[in-house]
């Protein structure tokens, strides 16, 4: 899986792990947003694979509010410590989380909108399979844009 990562500033220690997930639940982008402050590779490393583990633990919920909730965006489905998960899910049963740190935000709904758009203008390339990974480096460059919404420097 392809995972990117901001560096440019600290979002108002803001941070979040952005991740869309196939209909297949198969991760296919993530990107971080917002510094990881003062640890250790160690400890980002370690970090990384706790939020992997709470975004993938939280599809169930996404899951079971998807049935629930005639909006595609769901805002907030989970919760692990201060972490809280927020999600938007696609007609095709595509699911965009989002890992923060904070309340859930009206520009978030935004940044869900905006990366709907620009996930259905990638997966209309004919050679894109449904479970492949966005490895576009424009796509990846355009979602951290996009995140600028969320007040990620």
């Known amino acids: 899986m392809s995972t990117t990562n901001t560096s440019g500033g600290n979002g108002g220690n803001k941070r979040f792990l ?15 947003f917002g510094a990881l402050s003062h640890q ?14 709470v975004l993938h633990a939280a599809l169930d919920a996404v899951d079971v509010k998807m049935w629930k909730v005639k909006d595609m965006n769901l805002k907030d489905v989970d ?35 905006d990366i709907h758009e620009l996930y259905v203008k990638a997966i209309l390339n ?20 996009s995140a600028k919404k969320l007040g990620v420097r």
């Open 18 to 32: 952005f991740m869309i997930v196939s209909p297949n639940d198969v991760p296919i982008f993530s990107a971080h």
């Open 40 to 53: 250790t590779e160690k400890e980002k490393d370690e970090q990384e694979h706790l939020f992997q583990f």
């Open 79 to 113: 919760a692990f410590h201060e972490w809280t998960v927020s999600a938007y899910i696609t007609p095709s049963k595509t699911r965009f989380l989002l890992l923060h740190d904070g309340p859930y935000e009206d520009a978030m709904k935004s940044f869900f909108q």
């Open 126 to 145: 004919p050679f894109h399979g449904r479970d492949k990974q966005l490895e576009d480096p424009k796509f990846s460059e355009l979602v951290h844009t």
